[in-house]
């Protein structure tokens, strides 16, 4: 039986914009009127993370991926919703309370060249971390943490006096990962890891994060655009759209029966090693960039089967008989 | 004739210590409307074999030897006015970040109609109308609108779409695009490579289309190059390339896909990683990293041969094939 790790539900989180007062006033229809601008990032997200399990998230561009990450661990505070850590509320704790969770909770961030620091050396990069989180370790202890951390990702531990620039992008990562879990956490976000990377690097840091796993029954949150990634990699699978959830499933069920309409252009558009080549279903339209909040489908200026009902309410996540989850009018009348 | 011919191309980087060599001994041909893909890791010198083509390698690089012909026309000849006469008419580059091209000042319907008016004497308005008809082919909704509208105001799709018209306008054979869509989310990926592929199919255009992923190549290319730290190491249709590779080096690419192994299976990852320029190793370049290697491909270069599926330059292919040969002989 999956037991959760994090539970999410109701998280929104918008950003204004327009910050200074001065240019929040607008003149409209011949009277001034105070107007915010905002980007309605997360729209009402319902998540739960399993204990043990990779819960990936797709979707495009400015969906709200990258957000989601960061208010899970805590970056940005959420503008409503709760997040829940086992049996603690974790969203509105201060600096002090939240250090517990730190420890239990790493991101690992897409680029390895940004998210370390170059005028730190392996070592230095790692002791500060591990003595932090266990101050009752002496200096030995630490080094020999270290070296352990450093042979379990690939590193020799030899080269720990030298700094990121001297290592490659897939050696960086890896790095990166042996920082996350210096301080043992059940729980890693992953933003991206490997979208810097080459095909035969990518292998070598999937490799390793599923060998983690394994070893300390770690949860990872996975977001990633690289479909073939998910198939191999999730446990279950979260397809985001303008800030909510559409369909979440697992793997195996989302690739053999998308449902959602965003879910099937999604899947009909990954380029595939063979050279039949399936016709893309066309999405019409890009992205919208969501200033207003949405009212009705958040799919509904590029799906297909949208009629008023969609202009006119959110459809909300439906369970279906194959134990996936969809937020879809259409499916819920059988008209699709 | 072959429309393009690049022949025993090197090209050096100068820095103060030595030469460093980023393409060596590099030959291919493109004919009219073909398309090639060029893949390898990152480092193996893509990009550098894109830009030389066209001449565009900047210092410190420069073509040490070789010959880059188009038609009759010898590329590596040509003086800075010849060669900007070629680019623009008939080879046109199309790189990963669109903003390299487009001038971020002016609205994209002016670049347009700058491009027209740079090669053709017709009115303002005469070249607002075909701008905004070649915004339409390539399926820019509303292209009257975005006519006036600024390079930021538009998506990364968006703008590689305008890319795309812009080199429409010049009506190229060939056209060069490095990593056009690797900048792209997927839904969007897909619909630009279609773009490109109706585009270059509709006109008779060739195009080398430059990635490292291997699922987009398969859709687009007939013809595939491999590149491994400046080498061209196998070359083949694609198809065979993917279903049936013979270098080790295009074995371990197609090999470290995740759908080649089952679902949550170790990927299986090529050990090490593409050396740079200043530390080329000896002989096949590849050999640290090959699971085959033997003393030979440590101290000597293999040469491209035709293994009867796709051209390799791997001693283990070679002596296979030699094998063969001789027992051939003995049967006769
Ligand atoms: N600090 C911020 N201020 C204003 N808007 C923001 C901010 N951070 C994110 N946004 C907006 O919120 C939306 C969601 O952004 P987010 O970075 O979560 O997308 P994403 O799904 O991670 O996209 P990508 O795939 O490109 O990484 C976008 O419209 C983005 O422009
Ligand atoms: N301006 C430069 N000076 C020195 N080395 C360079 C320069 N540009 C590229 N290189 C080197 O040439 C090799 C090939 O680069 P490139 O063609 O960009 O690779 P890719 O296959 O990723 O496109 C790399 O080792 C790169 O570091
Ligand atoms: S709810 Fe309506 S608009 Fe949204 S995906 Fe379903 S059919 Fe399309
Ligand atoms: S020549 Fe030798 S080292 Fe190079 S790819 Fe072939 S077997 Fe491997
Ligand atoms: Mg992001
Ligand atoms: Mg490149």
Known sequence: MATPLIQISGLEKAFSTNESWFSQWRFHQGKLKRHKDSVHALNGVNLTINQGETLCVVGETGCGKSTLARVIMGLTTPSAGEIHYLDQRIDQLNNRQRMFFRRRMQMVFQNPYASLNPRMTVYQTLSEPISFHNPQFSQAQVDEQIDELLESVGISASSSDRYPHEFSGGQRQRISLARALSVEPDFIVADEPLSALDVSVQAQVLNLMMDKQEERNLSYLFITHDLAVVEHFATRVAVMYLGRVCELAPTRTLFSAPKHPYTRALLSAIPRLDSNIAQPIRLIGEVPTPTEKPIGCVFQARCPYANQRCYEQSPAMVLQNDGSSVACHAIEEGRL | ?332
């Open chain 2, 1 to 332: 004739m072959n429309l393009l011919s690049v022949s025993n191309l090197h090209v050096n980087f100068h820095t103060k210590e030595r030469e460093l060599a980023a393409l060596i001994d590099v030959s291919f041909t493109l004919n009219r409307g073909e398309r090639i893909a060029i893949v390898g890791e990152s480092g193996a010198g893509k990009s550098v074999l894109g830009f030389s083509i066209v001449n565009l390698i900047g210092k410190p690089g420069y073509i040490e030897s070789g010959s880059i012909k188009l038609e009759n026309k010898e590329l590596t000849k040509m003086n800075l006015r010849q060669l900007q006469e070629i680019r623009g008419k008939r080879i046109a580059m199309i790189f990963q970040d669109p903003m390299m091209t487009l001038n971020p000042v002016i609205t994209i319907g002016d670049q347009l109609v700058e491009t027209i008016r740079s090669h053709t004497k017709i009115s303002y308005k005469d070249a607002r109308n075909i701008a905004i008809e070649k915004l339409h082919h390539v399926q820019i909704a509303s292209p009257e609108r975005r006519f006036n509208q600024y390079p930021h105001e538009l998506s990364g799709g968006m703008r590689q779409r305008v890319i795309i018209a812009s080199v429409l306008l010049l009506n190229p054979d060939i056209i060069i695009a490095d990593e056009p869509t690797t900048a792209l989310d997927v839904t969007i990926q897909a619909e630009i490579l279609q773009l490109l592929l109706a585009i270059c199919r509709d006109n008779g255009v060739a195009l080398v289309l430059i990635s490292h992923d291997l699922g987009v190549v398969s859709k687009v290319a007939e013809r595939t190059l491999v590149m491994y730290a400046g080498h061209i190491v196998e070359e083949g249709p694609t198809l065979e390339i993917i279903n049936d590779p013979q270098h080790p080096y295009t074995q371990g690419l197609l090999n470290a896909l995740p759908q080649m192994t089952l679902p949550g299976q170790r990927l299986n990852q090529i050990q090490g990683s593409m050396p740079s320029l200043a530390e080329r190793p000896s002989g096949c370049a590849f050999h640290p990293r090959c699971p085959y290697a033997t003393q030979k491909c440590r101290e000597q270069q293999p040469r491209f041969i035709y293994s009867g599926v796709s051209s390799v330059a791997c001693f283990l292919v070679e002596d296979m094939l030699n094998e063969f040969a001789e027992q051939d002989q003995e049967a006769n």
